[in-house]
T-cell receptor, first 116, second 110 residues
Framework: GAVVSQHPSWVICKSGTSVKIECRSL??????MFWYRQFPKQSLMLMAT?????????EQGVEKDKFLINHASLTLSTLTVTSAHPEDSSFYIC????????????FGPGTRLTVT | GESVGLHLPTLSVQEGDNSIINCAYS??????FIWYKQESGKGPQFIID?????DKRQGQRVTVLLNKTVKHLSLQIAATQPGDSAVYFC?????????FGQGTELSVKP
């Protein structure tokens, strides 16, 4: 149990276009979902926290107008990278929290974004 | 352009030996800690966790030690196998958010 999927697993887009990444908890309802970004040979950096039906909370330095997060249901959150640029190329990973604090967080397999 | 980051610390061990991976955490108020394993191109995989009211917890072939005095966490892997080769991250819970450590790349030599 506690499986989290992401779609797509990889995407290549042109500079200036927008890309949407989906994160789904397949067999449980997620209290909270989290989005991380990871550059090569670096750690995971939390971008934002989202709760179903409310606005996401962004970490300092993360542009909320550039990284749009929608948490439409207890099993689905989406991250849209708007007007993507090459510096947005990264590995984006979501996680879904279950239960009470501290959440058990279950991670998705990640999405590799390459902006050309 | 791509941001310049630090290279991951690496630990190289012989197959069958024990591995010890260390992590310093930042916040003395953190109450929950987790070790994750990340293989190349994949998401983090839960290994073991420990709450701040404990100083040791054992799992299958893994042990986590917590020293709150010096804000230090370690992961011990017994009888390390080639399949253990990966990057290992510690993470601390801060108010429901996980803050990840730098990570250590473990390489197991056959």
């Amino acid at each position: 149990g506690a499986v989290v999927s992401q779609h797509p697993s990889w995407v290549i887009c042109k500079s200036g276009t927008s890309v949407k990444i989906e994160c789904r908890s397949l067999d449980f309802q997620a209290t909270t979902m989290f989005w991380y970004r990871q550059f090569p040979k670096q750690s995971l950096m939390l971008m934002a926290t989202s709760n179903e039906g409310s606005k996401a909370t962004y970490e300092q330095g993360v542009e909320k107008d550039k990284f749009l997060i929608n948490h439409a249901s207890l099993t689905l959150s989406t991250l849209t990278v708007t007007s993507a640029h090459p510096e947005d190329s990264s590995f984006y990973i979501c996680s879904a929290g279950r239960g009470r604090l501290p959440y058990e967080q279950y991670f998705g397999p990640g999405t590799r974004l390459t902006v050309t | 352009g791509e941001s310049v980051g630090l290279h991951l610390p690496t630990l190289s061990v012989q197959e069958g030996d024990n591995s010890i991976i260390n992590c310093a955490y930042s916040n003395s108020a953190s109450d929950y800690f987790i070790w994750y394993k990340q293989e190349s191109g994949k998401g983090p995989q839960f290994i073991i966790d420990i709450r701040s009211n404990m100083d040791k917890r054992q799992g299958q072939r893994v042990t986590v030690l917590l020293n709150k005095t010096v804000k230090h966490l370690s992961l011990q892997i017994a009888a390390t196998q080639p399949g253990d080769s990966a990057v290992y991250f510690c993470a601390e819970n801060q108010g429901g958010k996980l803050i990840f450590g730098q990570g250590t790349e473990l390489s197991v030599k056959p």
